[in-house]
């Protein structure tokens, strides 16, 4: 799937949230099944942690996939704004409310 790689060409965080351009049938069929699988999921915006999750794969792979995919232009990434290494604490509220409901 990677292509043997383990690193992918940029940092992405588990968090940063990936979204997919519209795309005609047709240009689907032209991508692997895996690539097909992230767009497809990422109609509804996702994190990359998501993505490894529904797809089953590990997040090394999931990173490298989305990274792969957003330089050919088939993704969107919204990267988190972290300041100088400062935990988003918007972020983190919505951590705990989700801790919360389980």
Do not use: F
Request: proline share 5%; glycine share 6%.
């Amino acid at each position: 799937m990677t292509g043997g790689r383990v690193e992918p060409r940029y940092h992405l965080a588990m968090e940063t949230l990936v979204s997919s351009y519209a795309m005609l049938d047709s240009d689907l069929a032209l991508l692997t099944p895996e690539q097909e699988s992230i767009v497809v999921l990422c109609r509804s915006v996702r994190s990359v942690a998501e993505i490894s999750a529904l797809l089953r794969v590990p997040l090394g792979v999931a990173r490298v996939l989305v990274a792969d995919m957003a330089d050919e232009g088939l993704v969107r990434l919204h990267q988190p704004h972290l300041n100088e290494g400062q935990p988003d604490l918007h972020m983190l509220e919505r951590v705990l409310s989700g801790l919360r409901r389980l």
